[in-house]
């Protein structure tokens, strides 16, 4: 489970170091800061993908995503007894992600390139200027066993350090050296523990959706990330064993409702939703855009294969408030095996899941132009130092 996330420079976030629960719940007005939260989650992930660099240049590159305001916001510029200016430049520009974990942290840095002495076409290109992985929740010299600078890779050796790589690509993650680094476990173990993560936040419900059009069915014990394989994905549930825990979350959105999965043209798999008061089922073509949504989220809780980290993102988007408490109690079942985040406006949804005990909720704020955590003092903050 991660304890920490620590992000720097990134859109409206100047520097936030957030505590993580087993169930995080991040909530905040329109223009807080969620979705920039969301997207540093995801270029976090992105690290273990090898699409870090793709995934700030489909965001318009670097530079458009750096922090637009001072490096620092004195009490006078909060007061609005001066105007806000920016600060003398200081060191060169970096985006900066981290993550603290029980076990093992990472921490990555990305900056614009050095100026060439011949042209390119590529001289806004993102670099990774430094990444580091560390022993337990808090930095340490004596905690670090992988640096990376520039190109060069060292792993620790018991007490010495060991170059492995001086020429890795300024484009390439510490994650793609993993057939170079037999020496390093930790650095495999991270890679496939960020690569598990679990992002629901593009379901389609409208009528061209593929959940509503019969598909081929396989196995399938984890939802596609736009929910293509919704019946495959329902009937893999059953046949694990999970159909009462199936069952129940349907009668609890949808009392005396039912659901089966049928093969049609071969092996071709659909929905047959029944409910009370209607003579036949209904097709996944005829449902409505969130009775569909609910049965989506539904099959992503319900993974028979559950992830270290799942991440939904305003998931009430066309349920009924009605639904909203039998959500949030699948929700709640779901972080008993991994850790969650929910980012979202309900407040009918929030409400319920703040009421468990073991729930950490973020409540975002922006203040002259930059994301906060509400009520966030500097020594509220949880322990984190970057490398340096």
């Not at 173990?189 to 598990?196: C, D, N, Q, Y």
Request: glycine share 8%; aromatic share 6%.
């Amino acid at each position: 489970m991660l304890t920490t996330l620590a992000v720097s420079h990134y859109r409206s976030i100047n520097k936030l170091v957030i505590p993580l629960g087993r169930l995080n719940v991040v909530t905040g007005p329109n223009g807080s800061g969620k979705s920039n939260l969301y997207k540093a989650l995801r270029l976090l992930a992105e690290t273990a993908q090898g699409g870090v660099v793709a995934a700030l240049a489909r965001e318009g590159g670097l530079s458009s995503t750096f922090w637009a305001g001072p490096e620092q916001i004195s009490r006078r510029m909060l007061s609005g007894e001066v105007e806000v200016q920016m600060t003398a430049p200081g060191a060169a520009k970096r985006l900066r992600l981290g993550f603290a974990g029980e076990d093992f942290s990472y921490a990555i840095s990305l900056g614009l390139p050095e100026p060439l002495p011949y042209p390119t076409a590529f001289s806004l290109d993102p670099e990774i200027k430094r990444e580091c992985i560390w022993a337990g929740p808090l930095f340490r010299p004596a905690s670090l066993l992988v640096d990376r600078a520039g190109p060069m890779v060292r792993c620790r050796a018991g007490r010495e350090w060991e170059v492995v790589n001086q020429h890795t690509a300024s484009f390439d993650s510490l994650f793609h050296q993993v057939g170079n680094l037999r020496s390093s476990p930790e650095i495999l173990s991270l890679r496939e523990r960020i690569r598990g993560w679990r992002f629901y936040d593009h379901f389609r419900t409208d009528a061209e959706a593929p959940a509503r059009r019969p598909q081929l069915g396989t196995r399938t014990p984890v939802l596609h990330h736009d929910g293509r394989d919704l019946a495959a994905a329902l009937q893999t549930i059953i046949e694990v064993g999970m159909v009462e825990d199936l069952n129940a979350a349907i009668s609890d959105a949808f009392p005396g409702a039912s659901l089966q999965v049928r093969a049609v043209q071969g092996s071709n798999f659909t929905l047959e939703f029944r409910q009370e008061g209607l003579l036949r089922p209904l097709s996944a073509a005829e449902l409505s855009d969130g009775t569909l949504r609910y049965l989506l989220l539904m099959a992503a809780l319900l993974t028979p294969r559950p992830p270290s980290m799942m991440v939904l993102n305003e998931p009430e988007t066309s349920l009924h408030p009605d639904l909203l408490p039998a959500l949030a109690r699948l929700i709640i079942r779901a972080a008993e095996h991994s850790q969650v985040w929910v980012v979202s406006h309900a407040e009918k949804l929030i409400e319920v899941l703040e009421e468990q005990g073991d729930c950490t909720p973020i409540r975002l704020e922006k203040v002259m132009g930059q994301t906060q955590l509400v009520g966030q003092r500097m020594l509220d903050e949880p322990a984190w130092h970057w490398p340096t």
